[in-house]
T-cell receptor, first 114, second 115 residues
Framework: DGGITQSPKYLFRKEGQNVTLSCEQN?????MYWYRQDPGQGLRLIYY???????QKGDIAEGYSVSREKKESFPLTVTSAQKNPTAFYLC?????????????FGEGSWLTVV | KQEVTQIPAALSVPEGENLVLNCSFT??????LQWFRQDPGKGLTSLLL?????REQTSGRLNASLDKSSGRSTLYIAASQPGDSATYLC??????????????FGQGTILTVHP
């Protein structure tokens, strides 16, 4: 089945560590996104990529990094510079062209700082 | 900067009631508006998508309307069921350019339908 796969579902990070969240899609979608969700909050955009080897900062990019070496993959690295990384992270993708394109989301990854 | 607000923040209703969730946005230059459902600890599932040129969309017991000029959308749920309990989020998609496909989300409405 086509979809977006995020891994791991749960991740624990020690202070000073970098961790990477994986996002893979087999929908042949052009654009991919990373959102952060805090309890009781809406989603805030971290980074997005519209084509391979190109990405743009979202509203809260500080302390995060991404890469887009393949169309189907958009990993997110949470660096030690992110001071409050505990949150729920959601990856999404969309195809360009046509009207009414729906965005698809993965099941999310929980990151906790220990 | 686009801002999206959802009212109410939480809603608790008895089964069978019809209910309305509200979403407002500050910049009317949108490509479309989507309503999503999110179950606890899960990703988002798209419910309805309304293009900027449309007034409403319907799917089963759900009806979403859009008044772009006033920056408002409503999600109407008919004959609510306990299985409708979830967080409902609206999001607007910006028009073209480098922000293509970028969605701005509201904070969501937590809906509880009790038997």
């Amino acid at each position: 089945d086509g979809g977006i796969t995020q891994s791991p579902k749960y991740l624990f990070r020690k202070e000073g560590q970098n961790v990477t969240l994986s996002c893979e899609q087999n929908l042949n979608h052009d654009a991919m996104y990373w959102y952060r969700q805090d309890p009781g909050q809406g989603l805030r955009l971290i980074y997005y990529s519209q084509i391979v080897n190109d990405f743009q900062k979202g509203d809260i990019a500080e302390g995060y990094s991404v890469s887009r070496e393949k169309k189907e993959s958009f990993p997110l690295t949470v660096t030690s510079a992110q001071k409050n990384p505990t949150a729920f992270y959601l990856c999404a993708s969309i195809v360009f062209g046509g009207a009414g394109n729906t965005i698809y989301f993965g099941e999310g990854s929980w990151l906790t700082v220990v | 900067k686009q801002e999206v607000t959802q009212i109410p923040a939480a809603l608790s209703v008895p089964e069978g009631e019809n209910l309305v969730l509200n979403c407002s946005f500050t910049d009317s230059a949108i490509y479309n508006l989507q309503w999503f459902r999110q179950d606890p600890g899960k990703g988002l599932t798209s419910l309805l998508l309304i293009q900027s040129s449309q007034r409403e969309q319907t799917s089963g017991r759900l009806n979403a309307s859009l008044d772009k000029s006033s920056g408002r959308s409503t999600l109407y749920i008919a004959a609510s069921q306990p299985g409708d309990s979830a967080t409902y989020l609206c999001a607007v998609r910006e028009v073209g350019g480098t922000s293509y496909g970028k969605l701005t989300f509201g904070q969501g409405t937590i809906l509880t339908v009790h038997p």
